[in-house]
């Protein structure tokens, strides 16, 4: 497995209006890309709970002509707001530095007691 911070060129995070974040994460060449994409590992349901977003309310977009994904979802305050503590939304991406995404050619882990593919 490596994490998702040695596998992009860029991740960041800024505003997308006053309500709004937004979160590209960028790749070398299309095989990383590709490779991250098949992986499942990022998706609406794995990084809303890294970044305290509900992932119904997560937009995802694969761009691979940019070998790129793109994620947006509501601010918890508006941009400015007294209880805002990332004004230009720079510092959201970090939680997903750490995301984890399986090898290439990994084989499915089975669990001790259901012994079920996850």
């Known amino acids: 497995m490596a994490a998702l911070g040695e596998l992009a060129q860029l991740i960041r995070s800024k505003n997308a209006g006053p ?9 070398p060449d299309a095989q990383t890309f590709e490779h991250v994409v098949a992986s499942g590992a990022v998706t609406p349901a794995a990084v809303g709970p890294l970044l305290g977003v509900d992932p119904g309310l997560i937009e995802m977009f694969n761009y ?28 959201q991406f970090a939680p997903l530095v750490d995301l984890e995404i399986p090898s290439p050619n990994a084989e499915p882990q089975q669990t001790a007691a259901a012994g079920a593919l996850r």
Request: a negative charge; proline letters at 11%.
């Open 19 to 27: 309500w709004t974040l937004t979160v590209d994460i960028m790749f």
């Open 64 to 91: 691979a002509p940019a070998n790129a994904i793109k994620f947006s979802f509501p601010r918890q305050y508006p941009n400015g707001h007294p209880e805002d503590t990332d004004a230009f939304g720079g510092q």
